[in-house]
């Protein structure tokens, strides 16, 4: 039996009723979004804890806010989204009425990640919303505390016939994918995210997949090594490492890794203590696959900082690696938690012939006073986000768009970027029954002077398509 064939149906009939389509129904949809997060943001930081131990600040900037501050940008500016974008029109058509309608794709499907459940679900479902859709979220089952907050209360706060929250593992996922949406949002890993298209691919339903990769950090000799660990240090450890935008490996010359090593040490112990196990800052590794997984990865180079584990715990010390080969497994995979191996590379030029060589990346990071040296890596390679001097602050930033590139996704959101994917751009040309005799020019029998005639109407100010 089908588990989820009542749900699509009612969700599909609610689309179909046209109830999704007015501001003040969407509206009203993102401020109940907004009640949730304010009448259960105790709920909500005990679940985040219980899966991720996560601190209350990490779950307030990363988790709370940042949906808040998203779901608020959608209400303030929902209706100019929502209205019809005039366009240019050439001289073929410049009595018409040209403009671009944003139109909800229809039943959407939301499926999230566990490394940060809450803010990971909530953004797209506000882009989600925003624009219009029905939507059935699919939390990750293996941050279990989270999911069941969204499963259990979640719904309470939206009109339950135009949204579902939908509950299982990989099995139930599969099975939920095998029906038909009209456009599939995915967080999470490459290996995942091809068995997500694939599935898509059968119904020719558009996808955007936000995925992984390894994010190069290359730092420069020409920088304060203090400040530069300071904030790779805070980046990479965040949320325990598990965060698809964390800097993954640095790439640097030996005399920076001498230099970088003591400064990198000092950070950690001003961020986390001379324990930081026992540091209310330092969150857990989310399950023990994962525990097992990383612990194998610190047998690759030699550990020069941290390197200490506890199973009962779920605990990785926060680890900086050296001496890594480019083929052991921690630079042949995501890593995913609190572990940074250094590379080492004579030069910027073959740090950059290193990261061009790799799949492109989610973020990239670099690090220098020179803005030419920033600027250079910057042109040279392609990633999904940029960052100089710093870590993932590009994230924060409503006016850019999030997503990546090649193996690290396709797509992207964050604010409007948000609302225009999961928004269809439809093409309108509305143009009155009379002139016929104007428009007579371009029916046969063709001759000459008609043709160039409709070749100089076609051709003006900003559009070069054929609208006769």
Request: glycine share 8%.
């Amino acid at each position: 039996m089908d588990p989820f064939a009542d749900t699509l149906q009612r969700l599909r009939e609610a689309f179909d009723s046209g109830c999704t389509r007015p501001a003040e129904f969407r509206a009203a949809q993102l401020k109940g979004l907004s009640r949730f997060l304010q009448e259960n943001k105790q709920l909500l930081q005990e679940a985040l804890a219980q899966d991720l131990h996560k601190s209350a600040f990490e779950s307030e900037v990363s988790e709370i806010s940042i949906s808040q501050n998203e779901i608020n940008l959608a209400l303030r500016n929902l209706r100019a989204w929502m209205k019809d974008e005039k366009v240019p029109t050439n001289l073929a058509t410049q009595l018409d009425s040209a403009f671009i309608r944003k139109e909800p794709f229809g039943l959407v499907l939301v499926i999230a990640p566990w490394n940060y459940p809450l803010n990971l679900s909530l953004e797209p479902l506000v882009g989600a919303l925003a624009a219009g859709n029905c939507v059935v979220l699919k939390p990750s089952e293996i941050s279990k505390g989270t999911e069941k907050v969204l499963a259990e209360v979640l719904p309470r706060y939206l009109d339950q016939s135009c949204f579902a929250v939908v509950l299982g593992g990989p099995q139930e996922t599969g099975q939920l994918l095998e029906h038909k949406f009209d456009y599939i949002f995915f967080t999470g890993s490459p290996r995942v995210g091809k068995v997500v298209m694939a599935a898509a691919a059968e119904h020719l339903t558009p996808v955007t997949l936000e995925l992984g990769g390894k994010n190069p950090c290359y730092v420069d000799d020409n920088c304060d090594p203090q400040t530069v660990a300071n904030r790779v240090a805070f980046f990479r450890y965040f949320n325990a490492g598990q965060t698809c935008v964390a800097p993954d490996y640095i790439l640097c010359s030996p005399e920076m890794q001498a230099r970088l090593l003591p400064a990198l040490q000092s950070a950690i112990t001003r961020f986390y203590g001379e324990d930081p196990q026992s540091s209310p800052d330092l969150g857990r590794i989310i399950s023990e696959k994962n525990f097992q997984r990383l612990r194998c990865l610190l047998s690759c180079g030699r550990v020069a900082i941290g390197g200490q584990s506890d199973e009962s715990d779920r605990y990785i010390a926060p680890t900086v690696l050296v001496g890594v080969q480019e083929t052991e497994p921690v630079m042949q995979e995501e890593i995913f938690g609190p572990i940074l191996p250094i590379m080492n590379v004579r030069s910027l030029d073959e740090a950059i012939e290193f990261i061009r060589r790799r799949e492109k990346p989610l973020a990239l990071y670099a690090f220098s006073n020179s803005s030419q040296v920033v600027k250079q890596v910057l042109a040279q390679t392609s990633s999904g986000g940029f960052c100089g001097n710093d870590g993932f602050m590009h994230m924060t930033v409503a006016s850019l768009p999030f997503g990546g590139v090649g193996a690290s996704g396709m797509g992207s959101y964050h604010g409007k970027f948000s609302f225009d994917t999961f928004s269809h751009h439809r093409a309108c040309l509305l143009r009155r029954p009379g002139l016929e005799k104007v428009y007579a020019l371009r029916y046969p029998p063709h001759t000459p002077r008609n043709l160039r005639v409709l070749l100089a109407a076609m051709e003006t100010r900003s559009c070069g398509c054929a609208l006769l």
